[in-house]
């Protein structure tokens, strides 16, 4: 399996956070691991301007899997407080 690059070669920054990601999701792992996991996902995808839209989009994805998790969830809160 190829690894995504940039236009230089260099493998992009999220490419182990997507992995691990599609590897949880896959699984059906219990939904704070999947809310922990998007929420990764979205932080690493927010350094990229082209990704802002994807990275809050798996933050709110996030949210609806973290739902019971309080704390979690007003981690999510204030990450998408801070970006929006």
Known sequence: M???RTSS???T???PVSVAHAL???AAM?????AES??????ALWSRAGER??????????RENAAGDGKLVAEI???LAKVD
């Open 2 to 4: 190829t690894s995504p």
């Open 9 to 11: 070669g260099i493998p």
């Open 13 to 15: 920054p999220s490419t």
């Open 24 to 26: 949880i999701a896959a």
């Open 30 to 34: 219990a939904p704070r691991f999947l």
């Open 38 to 43: 998007r929420l990764g996902l979205a932080r």
């Open 53 to 62: 839209g994807r990275a809050r989009a798996l933050a709110r994805q996030a």
């Open 77 to 79: 809160d204030a990450w």
